[in-house]
């Protein structure tokens, strides 16, 4: 019995090591498809194997050419040309791998200060000012003992007001250098006018000078976190294009279709071209029968999401 109970737990295990193991393949085939999308401006799949068959012919034809100036045997130019392309396509592929660990670097960062800046909004108050203190004990030699620190957690940056009364109560406490710590950048007029305030110097500690303090170091998010927030805004952007792309055939559209069709077909006996205003006519008719059964049998879905 006690053998038979090993067994069966050792299955269980293994079964869901496996599940977890295709969810990380899963997921990690998922991020390398968001990170070559972006890597490659949003074209989608099929377009880069157009664009690469297409430059691969382009390449060859280009070699073949050239051989054939140089070489009088064609079966010569021809194999020239195939090793010339599987030359310059190794090469291609080499450099472009490259580029995309570059790329996927630089992107995996820029969604970690995003969130990094997010997080700096919604942080408890407790939670931001331990960021401060932390930034000041880093920075305590640029910082005189007079120094006035004005903390601000907006979303809104930091505008003209801010520095005014930052500057206000700066010159009423007798102080000649404040600081400005906000959770959201500087305005160009703030930074504007801080720089005619001359009786008080005041500076400015925005998210972009955190994320380069080690003080920030703690409060970065995770790979993992960065990997779910990618994720996440990729799901957000499927959905849109699912949502954009159903719209034409959404439930209130058939009812438009119908008096299209009808405006058109009506407008056919008075025009010169009635086989096309009808041929119009016709497909607006279909559009409209095509939403009506899309809605009627997708009632769990919304109105055209099963297109």
């Known amino acids: 019995m006690y053998i038979f109970h090993a067994v069966q737990e050792h299955f269980i295990i293994g079964t869901n090591a496996k599940k977890v ?23 989608s799949l099929v377009a880069r194997v157009v664009d690469f068959v297409a430059l691969r012919i382009i390449i ?11 070489i009088d045997n064609t079966v010569m130019a021809a194999v020239l040309s195939f090793t010339a392309l599987a030359a310059i396509s190794v090469a291609a592929e080499i450099i472009k791998s490259m580029r995309l660990a570059r790329f996927i670097d630089r992107e995996r960062v820029r969604v970690a200060h995003g969130i990094f800046r997010e997080r700096l ?16 004990a880093e920075h305590r ?12 957690q907006s979303a809104m940056p930091v505008n003209e007001d801010t520095v005014l009364k930052t500057y206000r109560t700066a010159e009423k406490r007798g102080l000649t250098a404040a600081v400005i710590f906000s959770a959201a950048p500087a305005a160009k007029e703030a930074l504007a006018i801080a720089g005619r305030c001359g009786s008080v110097s005041i500076g400015f500690v925005t998210p972009d ?15 993992d976190a960065v990997d779910e927030a990618i994720l996440s805004a990729a799901a957000k952007a499927k959905a849109l294009r699912r949502k954009t792309a159903s719209e034409p055939f959404a439930s209130g559209r058939m009812r438009r279709y119908i008096l299209v069709a009808a405006a058109l077909f009506a407008l ?32 769990a879905q919304e109105p055209g999401g099963a297109v």
Request: net charge positive.
């Open 121 to 136: 909004l919604i942080l408890p108050r407790q939670e931001f000012l331990a960021i401060i203190k932390a930034y000041l």
């Open 21 to 43: 193991r295709c969810f990380f393949l899963k997921n990690k085939r998922l991020l390398m498809r968001c990170y070559k999308r972006r890597f490659y401006n949003g074209r």
């Open 60 to 70: 060859l034809a280009a070699c073949y050419l050239w051989f054939i100036t140089r």
């Open 141 to 152: 030699a640029c910082y005189p003992d007079d120094c006035l620190v004005f903390i601000t």
């Open 268 to 299: 056919s006996f008075f025009v010169k071209y009635t086989m096309y205003y009808r041929m119009l006519a016709a497909l607006s008719l279909s559009f409209g029968a095509l939403a009506f059964w899309l809605n009627l049998f997708s009632p």
């Open 209 to 223: 000078a955190l994320l380069k303090s080690a003080s920030a170091t703690s409060f970065l998010p995770t790979p």
